[in-house]
């Protein structure tokens, strides 16, 4: 019976400890998403201005194009970071258990990664329609080539940086998984143990 109860008492405790440190995981993969989307907000907001002034500003020539592509460009950085930002406070608080844990960090990490792809093809898109523009003078494609060159460089900066802060709170996240073998669902406890 006393072997039981230290049992118990091992299992509970462990339980308590590993549910706080999971929730602490969890808290900072939401909270390195939070501050992304709000560096990426702050971007947005900020070229929204600039592409505004510089759009209305400029009467021709390849800058108006430019800037009228940083606009636009920008009110999708803004709609995505606020909605990134709002599901991530949404999850801040949220109790999950480990396989929930492991799937919400494995998505993060997937969502930042194939967005760092989708960076190079902007960027290569961009570039791509800036030559097109200089070879047949043409200040549309030269505008809108070099800002979305410019705006792509930035989001693969940010998405590699992203998927790096992740990827870390990842990998801690899965060496606690290993170390802490002790599972509870709210019905059931039990220990894991590897073959």
């Known amino acids: ?34 501050t992304g989307m709000e560096v990426l907000g702050g971007w947005a907001v900020a070229h929204l201005g600039i592409g505004a002034i510089g759009w209305a ?14 606009f636009l460009w920008n009110t ?4 995505a970071a606020i909605l990134g930002y709002t599901s991530a406070r949404k999850g801040m608080n949220k109790q999950l258990t480990p396989a ?7 998505k993060i990490e997937k ?4 967005n760092g792809g989708l960076d190079v093809v902007y960027i290569g898109t ?13 200040d549309q494609l030269k505008g809108y080539g070099s800002s979305i060159t410019v ?19 990842g990998s801690k996240l899965i ?3 290993e170390k802490n073998p002790v599972t509870f669902n709210g019905k059931q406890i039990g220990i894991l143990f590897n073959i």
Do not use: P, W
Request: aromatic share 12%; charged share 20%; hydrophobic share 35%.
């Open 1 to 34: 019976m006393k072997k039981m109860c230290t049992l118990v008492l091992i299992v509970v405790s462990s339980r308590a400890f590993s549910q706080d440190s999971l929730k602490a995981f969890n808290y900072s993969r939401n909270r390195i998403t939070t």
């Open 57 to 70: 500003d400029s009467k021709s020539g390849s800058n108006k194009y430019y800037y009228k592509m940083d």
């Open 76 to 79: 999708v950085n803004l709609g």
């Open 100 to 106: 929930e844990s492991l799937k919400e960090q494995q």
């Open 111 to 114: 969502t930042f990664l194939i």
């Open 126 to 138: 961009g570039v791509f329609l800036k030559q097109r523009g200089d070879n047949r003078k043409n």
């Open 151 to 169: 705006q792509g460089a930035f989001l693969l900066l940010f998405d590699a940086t992203m998927y790096t802060a992740q990827k870390h709170n």
């Open 175 to 177: 060496h606690f998984l």
